[in-house]
């Protein structure tokens, strides 16, 4: 098959798949790193109105790592034939001595993974039942991942009843040639019925897509679409497959056994998915992510907005921006049993970047939303510095070849100055080509260093 080429194409990659953002960022040479086994919390008695605006509690996420089987494109960190009996009740332990590190009410609760539905009924009423201690809003997100195969009738309804709200599938296809070259333990009538059995219990449902597989129907996304959509869903979230190191896709295509990923056929892939989901009643509001109006995640959206979250379970990450500007976050050790042994003084490893990268931080992964966009004069300030005359050169540059647009707000904040050519206060927003060239924006920004730091 003769290989598709663009002329004047940019060569930068397609959008990536959020859950791949931080390997592509990277971490900044202005991170401070300290590898501890333990942190000091916040007083869990403060007065909400006397902690910074960024310390305050929008989320908290667990990490379930359980699977029952290894996805062959995966490399998110995850165990597999490892019992779950009392996983719930170290989840409790790590709860009740770090739940002081954020101001609660959380506004949303998300168990990713690994395989949340690994997890039984019970178990996952027990974690809900266990976060509302300390505080969930009476309208809270209660989401979790779940896999096609281990839903039922039975147990849609006991998410429900055990307060979840939202549910987000691992489907990534509908054609049954596709999971099969995915390695996916589900088939096209496996999926259905999960999708109707969640949305008739009351669950918001979302999937996940994977688009951009070698030798997949020029059909498929449409067909995709139309499915789901027909199903109840209001939420899909599209990622191009990638080749990660170490996965054992790397392998199978080595031996031949499957065809090398196509870059152009993967861009054209995420530009028919952007093209047809409007059809379908799906806005683009993230790089990776389109929702019936309303029926946005409320989660995702406050990792790319700066909002705090507390990380529980092995492997899981927790952030906030603390009163000095500064951007930290906490990485819990990635070992299971390590974890389960004392999940209370688990390893952990915790960053403190300087106000200046975790603004750029700040812009780049804001950008991502694609209907709020970000405000940098309003991300200074919450970080306590100023926009570099190169964090606005990156933006400009984005904007001249047509990756950001900005909305013009002279009270936002000062404009470039002498030389820059043009207003830097507003709020400034990914395209939708941009969005097909997120990562190569979200690098650019990240570098805008100047010469003073």
Not at 80 to 106: D, I, K, M, N
């Amino acid at each position: 098959m003769r290989r598709r080429r663009r002329p004047r194409r940019p060569r930068r990659r397609p959008a990536p798949a959020a859950r791949a953002l931080a390997k592509i960022l990277g971490r900044g040479a202005h991170e401070r790193k300290l590898a501890v086994a333990g942190h000091p919390p916040a007083d869990a008695a403060a007065d909400v109105n006397e902690v910074p605006t960024g310390r305050r509690a929008r989320g908290v996420y667990l990490h379930v790592p359980f699977c029952r089987r290894r996805c062959s494109y995966c490399d998110f960190y995850f165990e597999v034939g490892h019992p779950t009996a009392g996983f719930v009740a170290s989840v409790a332990l790590e709860a009740q001595a770090r739940h002081g590190e954020l101001v609660w009410p959380a506004q949303t609760l998300s168990l990713g993974g690994g395989t949340p539905s690994q997890l039984g009924v019970e178990e996952l009423a027990r974690i809900v039942t266990r976060v509302r201690h300390f505080g969930l809003d009476d309208d809270a997100e209660v989401a979790l991942e779940v896999n096609p195969e281990d839903v039922d009738e039975a147990f849609a309804h006991g998410l429900r009843a055990a307060g979840f709200t939202r549910a987000s599938v691992g489907l990534q296809s509908l054609d049954d040639d596709v999971l099969l070259w995915l390695g996916r333990a589900h088939d096209r009538a496996r999926g259905m019925a999960a999708l109707r059995a969640l949305v008739d219990a009351g669950l918001d449902v979302g999937v996940d897509l994977i688009v951009g597989v070698p030798d997949e129907r020029p059909t498929r996304v449409d067909d995709d679409l139309a499915r789901v959509v027909d199903a109840g869903v209001g939420h899909v979230s599209a990622y191009v497959l990638t080749i990660e190191p170490g996965t054992p896709l790397v392998q199978l295509i080595a031996r031949g056994r499957r065809r090398r990923v196509d870059d152009d056929a993967q861009a054209t892939a995420y530009e028919r998915f952007q093209d047809r989901a409007p059809a379908h009643g799906l806005l683009q509001y993230e790089v990776s992510s389109w929702a019936r109006p309303g029926r946005e995640s409320r989660h995702n959206r406050l990792y790319w907005q700066r909002g705090a979250y507390l990380g529980l379970g092995p492997g899981a990450h927790s952030f906030y921006v603390d009163d000095d500007g500064r951007a930290r976050r906490r990485h819990t050790t990635a070992r299971l049993e390590a974890w389960r042994a004392d999940p209370v003084r688990a390893a952990a490893e915790h960053e403190a970047l300087d106000p200046a990268h975790s603004l750029r931080e700040a812009v780049a992964f804001g950008l991502r939303d694609l209907q709020a966009g970000v405000d940098p004069a309003a991300l200074a300030r919450l970080h306590r510095t100023t926009v570099g005359p190169a964090v606005w050169r990156a933006l400009e540059a984005a904007r001249s070849r047509g990756d950001v647009s900005v909305d013009v707000d002279a009270a936002s904040g000062p404009g470039f100055g002498p030389g820059f050519g043009g207003p830097a206060a507003g709020r400034w927003r990914l395209t939708a080509r941009g969005a097909r060239f997120a990562d190569g924006v979200a690098r650019d920004v990240l570098g805008a260093v100047d010469d003073a730091g």
